[in-house]
């Protein structure tokens, strides 16, 4: 049995279904080895997914209010509050008062937030080299030149920077 899930059991799908299925089973091959990753890391640091989650979360739309973060987050503002606590013991994240509203304060990403964020997105990319490094060469090239035409019409990445 195969343990991949196939998405078209009752025949080929259509084109960019077809597509979306191809980057499906890569992006699974190579979450695989991200996903054990993060679980180790999670263990270590006792850190969850939410808390991940919201890490990203301020990494891409910058300094929120506990509120917008809960609602992005999809959580109670009670569990966003704890979560942001914890995190801030960590020294992941930090509050300060928001400059618009003195009563409400900002979580921002700090530098440590900043650099486990780094540190995931290489071990995503390391996931990708291990899965594309035993492509022949000229394989790897032509993916590599259909990869290029296509990243130059999508928007740009969010890269932790």
């Known amino acids: ?14 084109d960019l279904t077809r597509l979306g299925q191809s980057f499906d089973h890569l992006h699974s091959l ?3 080895q991200v996903f054990a990753y993060m679980s180790r890391s999670m263990h270590n640091t006792d850190a ?3 808390q991940i989650n919201v890490l990203f979360r301020l990494y891409r739309h910058g300094p929120q209010r506990i509120a917008d973060l809960a609602e992005g987050a999809h959580l109670s503002h009670c569990a966003t509050s704890r979560l942001i606590s914890r995190l801030e013991k960590e020294g992941q994240v930090d509050k300060q008062p928001n400059t618009e ?5 900002l979580v921002s990403l700090t530098s440590e937030g900043l650099a486990y964020l780094k540190d995931l997105q290489q071990k995503t990319t ?3 080299v291990t899965l594309f490094k035993e492509l022949p060469p000229a394989l790897r ?16 990445p969010e890269l932790p920077g």
Do not use: K
């Open 1 to 14: 049995m195969n343990a991949y899930i196939d998405h078209n059991e009752s025949g080929r799908a259509g």
């Open 30 to 32: 190579a979450a695989a």
């Open 48 to 50: 969850t997914f939410s």
């Open 101 to 105: 509203n003195r009563r409400e304060r």
């Open 126 to 128: 390391a996931a990708y």
């Open 141 to 156: 090239a032509r993916l590599q030149e259909v990869l290029d035409d296509v990243l130059a019409l999508m928007p740009p």
